[in-house]
């Protein structure tokens, strides 16, 4: 049987897809996931109840969430991946350190780590709820145990399941207490993987005894602090289904997260464009498959056309019953009814009060206290070379045109050189004297590493050989100081080469205001054009 009109807006409401921050079609960073406006009003207008943000500044948002609210005739889900403060996506809000940071200072001093995590869950929500966002997709419940893993790594909160769910469950109840939904994400863990299921299908072989030791807690504990709704993992796990990832799996969403967790709550999909799911399932078959799993939402389907038609036939022929499909709609009513709603037309466009005096205070404290520092301070030369690495230097906003690590080197004598996917290999083929100092020039060296574990690299930055780099520059007498951006588990590996009394400095936070700490540490001081990095 064919599904009425009305059914079909039901079913599309369950869709939730990506748009671009900014208002134009032009200035979408990544055209592949972001639809233009014309898709995007028109989705909106046959019932496709969520979107999925990113990019473009503070204000920016603003405008576009009121738009797209205009657009639809019903309350809309509008989520954006600020896992780190609204300002890792959205310039000029609050960018704060990543969650790891306070799993390292949650084993020396719970107590001050926890109440951390809950001031950090209200300043990203508060700042979400003022740009027009009502659900934010964090905390990351992955419990980071593989120092290897390429794309959760320093996004956890601890690496272990006691520090993971206790700061994970403060980050909830800080965040929804602001009126915003919060996502306790990748379920049933994405934490020991050394595959980034954007690019790939990770599998984790562990039994449903480990589960229970090691994954499990921080989302029963996130799911304890009423957490609104949990993100699927695309992950195979075959103790528990053979065949299907957990994004596709009964035995993981329905069996384990709603009848063993006991979770009331939406669950949401990670996104269905991801390689992991793209590469074995088409958009219709893997939203269907989702769904019949135990899926409320579809998060960024490939293709939402397909999904939708899919949906609509699968429930149409009674694949989907009916039954099913009330379950999750009564389910996001519910999370729409818990989270603010703003009335048309009554919105506050001043925005010059967005980041409260505490939340600066806040992100300081937080970059103040996760920093390690040792040796001296770097030396002025008059012909230096500031060598820097970094993950990707498109869509860069750790390192714009008058960043710190730009800048205060070049203040001290050092002259720029940024390594990253688009240079020319730094490599000179010998593993002893891996880096090619005939092609970097002559001058001492300050070595500024900006890495970690980011979704689509496919590693966590230790597949270069920064040891040995680091033991070719002692021994050529060059190396002038080190700071590392990012992962801790670099940092670790390369302190003990280091002597004593060289500067080095090592910071979790990579944007521009953990730089300028950072580098203040290291002697190198303010210069001139470079902005206040306070938020």
Excluded at 17 to 29: A, E, I, N
Aim: charged share 20%.
């Amino acid at each position: 049987m064919a599904v009425s009109s009305d059914l079909r807006r039901q079913i599309a409401s369950l869709l939730v897809v990506r748009g671009s921050g900014h208002r134009r079609d032009s200035q979408r960073r990544y055209p592949r996931w972001e639809l233009s406006n014309a898709e995007l009003q028109a989705l909106l207008e046959a019932g496709v109840g969520g979107v999925i943000l990113l990019g473009g500044s503070a204000e920016e948002l603003r405008l576009r969430c009121e738009q797209l609210r205009t657009w639809a005739d019903q309350p809309l889900l509008l989520c954006a991946d600020v896992e780190e403060g609204v300002g890792q996506r959205f310039e000029g809000a609050s960018w704060l350190v990543p969650p790891l940071a306070l799993g390292k200072l949650h084993g020396a001093d719970p107590n001050r780590a926890e109440t951390l995590a809950e001031r950090y869950g209200c300043c990203t929500g508060r700042q979400a709820r003022l740009l027009g966002l009502n659900w934010v997709l964090g905390p990351v419940c992955d419990v980071n145990n593989n120092p290897a893993n390429p794309v959760i790594n320093v996004r956890a909160w601890g690496e272990t399941p006691q520090t993971a769910g206790a700061l994970a469950a403060a980050f909830v109840r800080g965040c929804q207490s602001e009126g915003v939904l919060a996502c306790a994400k990748h379920f049933p863990g994405h934490g020991d993987t050394s595959a980034d299921s954007h690019l790939e299908l990770p599998e984790l072989p562990h039994s449903r005894e480990r589960l229970e030791q090691i994954e499990l807690p921080p989302f029963r504990a996130a799911i304890a602090a009423g957490v609104g709704s949990v993100m699927t993992a695309h992950l195979r796990l075959p103790n528990l289904d053979p065949e299907r990832p957990a994004t596709l799996s009964e035995a993981v969403l329905t069996q384990l997260l709603r009848q063993d967790l006991q979770f009331p709550g939406l669950v949401v999909t990670d996104a269905l464009v991801m390689d992991a799911i793209t590469q074995h399932y088409g958009s219709a078959e893997a939203a269907v498959l989702a769904f019949e799993a135990g899926a409320d939402l579809i998060l960024m389907p490939a293709n939402a056309e397909e999904a939708l038609t899919g949906l609509e036939a699968a429930v149409a022929s009674g694949r989907i019953s009916t039954h099913r499909l009330q379950q999750s709609l009564e389910r996001r009513a519910t999370a729409l009814a818990q989270c603010w709603q703003p009335q048309l037309g009554n919105v506050q466009h001043d925005l010059s009060e967005l980041v409260q005096p505490q939340e600066r205070q806040l992100a300081r404290e937080l970059l103040e206290l996760s920093l390690e520092r040792r040796g001296a301070q770097v030396t002025s030369t008059s012909a230096g070379i500031n060598l820097i690495r970094l993950d990707n230097q498109l869509n860069c906003p750790q390192v714009p045109g008058v960043a710190p690590a730009l800048l205060r080197p070049a203040a001290a004598g050092f002259k720029a050189t940024v390594l990253d996917q688009r240079s020319p290999s730094p490599w000179s083929g010998d593993p002893k004297a891996p880096l090619a100092l005939d092609r970097l020039g002559p001058g001492s060296v300050l070595l500024q590493l900006f890495v970690r574990g980011n979704p689509f690299r496919g590693s966590a930055g230790g597949d270069e050989p920064w040891p040995q780099v680091i033991r070719q520059l002692l021994e050529a007498q060059r190396l002038a100081g080190l700071a590392v951006y990012g992962s801790p588990y670099l940092w670790e590996q390369l302190l003990p080469l280091l002597p004593d009394d060289l500067p080095a400095v090592y910071s979790p936070g990579q944007m521009p205001q953990a730089q300028a700490i950072a580098l203040e540490l290291l002697g190198l001081a303010e210069a001139p054009l470079e902005g206040g990095f306070t938020d």
